[in-house]
């Protein structure tokens, strides 16, 4: 089935199996950036926008997407490396694998969050694990990143 | 320093963030053919027939390959240095399966659904026999698990098949009983390590095809490129030349990817019909098809005196190798390899072991390697000791820990050449407040808080055994290439050795450019394990470094006509103590091209006789609400002695890394099976590893000593960054509510069981 959506802020109308997830709906389209590891929305590393909000790519169906409106790490790109420049100078990307979906919700928090502490940074984030970096240099980056102090 | 000691971000950071394809399945072709495996339902059994019939037939299917279909000559997929240590039990598919999830059936098609639906018209008739599942009953089992007649060991490791045995280990010296008779107090205990899974979060994968000579390319995300390329030819039966391995970034791997788990399947379906194929496990097969860390049971004996010298030391050891014993021989041994060191004013050492085949799924490397579990079992008791003695636990180690200069029982003469581990306990008391808060204080509402300690050590390298080779090229623009076959797996490792070259080159780090992970254009590396690359390509690149620049010199004061004493290297010129110079471009341009014929290059192997142990000093403090037996961890101290530290924000990230692993080894990870022996945990809904919301505080401090014999004075960091957290958490708790929790993992469970026996 057809369907037509906003990607990146582009219009786009792709052709959709109805049981196809919109995570590789993406990567089928040249989206790479957008990364599956469980397949059960536990891991949060598919994070995209979907309408501004943080949404789990690999278990929405691509159908739902008819209509709404997709922003990938590659449709923000100043913004992203502007946190990732915070991110890399503490070393705690590591592997790398986890970033885009992390860094999109650390996006989102910052477009929806004023002034968090640090236990709603922890909160807001908790959803997007990471097994390289025991998450310490994340939230030093984050803070710095928020300018709301350093842990 | 210019480069070295300072936190210099990651040469691939800002591309690997923001999410640039750069790994492997990223790169893979699009028209690659999706290999699926069908798998074996029964933990032990024997295909009596199989039907494919069905799904040949189907549309877009490219081939199923069965037991029948596939080379028949035996290998290990443990990804180490040749000989290998590990016992040839596998087959790329066997006739015999040996536990849940192991391969039966090979599928390959034009899509994910084509493949999934031909595995389900695939019927196999199996014999079921009856699994060893209990590892403490494997030994002597009434089944065996490799009955095989060409079961194949490189050289002996104590296997006796018959007995399920796949790997014995002793190691001793002076007489411990006799030693244990002398000691004032002995106390011991009996420890379960579970089972971990890796749980990196880029799955396993790799893709393949053929080049335009006709070899196999296999792009993999492995940790041991090299050993992927000899095991692939080995099991394929085709030669080594044949074979190319490339490593793009890796999203991780902990251990799990120097086991070759994927690569030979989408490898013998592009040998079979010459078509590129990719294989991408999810996350159920991650957990239910591959590694874990080994399970072990662990007796542990500790005789010392009245004042806390410890006089003798005896680790009994049961590792539970699942049904292929990948690492089986070498974790064991490490066991004791990285415990009896650490104290060496013992008199008698004594370390035992077997590692037993049963039918779960197999174990492997995981970081820390044996020492992690051995580092649980020791610490646990050496804290029991420190009870029973009355003394401080802090102020026991720091009367036995060996000292620089200094050799241990079963070191063979080595002297010790660095270790602030002194200094690491007396900073980690600080940090933590020990004085104030050891053992415990009830802050009311029913809650305790207590704090718990344990030290550690690991290697760096693998004596004589390890070596890493590396080529500095100065090239034709004056820029450099530094070719390694080290393995970055997300760690840092291009950019530390990068680092190095600088630091050495005089030159900015964008003037070297680090190329790595090429088995036909890399020099030698065994890869990404037993925390080897800073401290065997570090040494190799400050070797090659420090040639390099010599040649360069040599070259630059013929151009000026002087002699080689009277120049320097510096920036980015060669000039000499009167002020003529000579730029490295120009240089570059006269050596390369036209008339030089000489481009400068320099090559360097180094391995190393000594495996200098790097050390952690961890403090847990803890809050216990006695009600509930619910534990938090409120505080994770880790002071560190890596030698030198080479980028201070990348191994920080190592260590906070590990000691979260560690972490979730004491108080959330089990790898468990149900009654059949199927894998219950196979997804993050069971398997727990930790949120941000389950790591508390971890903070790390640094205490540098100086390793002679490493790069600017490094050791390894990698993995011994992995073992406090298990006996130090299970300190605290005891030491707050009184229950001793050897079964890993600590549960609220067993600690409000624990106290109801109080």
Known sequence: MQITLTINNKLVTWDVEKDEFLADTLRAHGLLSVKKACETSCCGLCTVWMDEKSVLSCTILSIRANGKKITTIEGVPREAEEFARVLTAEGSEQCGFCSPGFIMNVLAMKNELVNPSEEEIIHYLTGNLCRCTGYMGQLRAVKTFLGVGQV | MKRVGHSIRKIDGLMIATGK???????????????????????????????????????????????????????????????????????????????VGDEVAIIAAVDEKTALQAMKKIKVEYEVWEPVLDFEQALGHASVVHPEEDLYCNFDIGLQKDRNVASSSKEEVGDVEEEFARCSVVVEDVYYPQAQAHAMMETYRAFTYLDHTGRLVVVSSTQVPFHIKRQLARALQIPATKVRVIKPRIGGGFGGKQTGSVEVFAGIVTLKTGKPAIIIYDRKETFSCTTSRHAMRLKVRVGANQDGIIRAIDIEALSATGAYGEHAATVLSCVGHYTLPLYNKTKAVRFTGNAVYTNKMPAGAFRGYGATQGTFALESTVNKLAEKLGLDPTEVRLKNISKVGETYLTGQGVLLGSSSLERCIEKGKELIGWKEKFPCRNIGNNKVRAVGMAITMQGSGIANIGTASVELRLNDDGYFTLLSGATDMGTGCDTILTQMAAEILEVPMENIVFNAGDTDTSPYDPGSYASSTTYLAGTAVVKAAEELKQKIMDQGAKFLGV??????????????????????????ELTVLGTGKLQLVSYVTHGSEISPPPYVAGFAEVEVDQETGKVELIDYVAVVDCGTVINPNLARIQV????????????????????????????????????????????????????????????????????TPPPAIVHAVYNAVGVRINHLPITPEKIYMGMQKL
């Open chain 2, 563 to 588: 002699s080689s004493q009277d120049v320097e290297m510096n920036g980015l010129v060669v000039r000499t103590f009167r002020g003529q110079e000579i730029s490295l471009a120009k240089i570059a």
């Open chain 2, 21 to 99: 394809p750069v790994y492997t399945a990223d790169l893979a072709m699009k028209n690659a053919l999706v290999v699926k495996v069908l798998r074996s339902p029964h933990a032990f059994a024997k295909i009596v027939s199989m039907d494919t019939t069905g799904a040949e037939k189907l549309e877009g299917v490219e081939c199923i390959l069965t037991y029948k279909d596939v080379p028949n000559g035996r290998f290990t997929l443990a990804g180490q240095s040749y000989p290998e240590p590990s016992p040839y039990d596998r087959l790329i598919l066997d006739e015999i399966v040996r536990y």
């Open chain 2, 656 to 723: 906070e890394g590990g000691i979260a692993q560690g972490i979730g080894m004491a108080l959330y990870e089990e790898v468990t099976y149900n009654e059949r022996g199927k894998m219950a945990t196979n997804s993050f809904m069971q398997y727990k590893i930790p949120c941000r919301k389950d790591v508390g505080k971890v903070r790390v401090a640094f205490e540098e000593s100086f390793e002679p014999s490493g790069p600017f004075g490094a050791k390894s960091i990698g993995e011994v960054v992995a073992n």
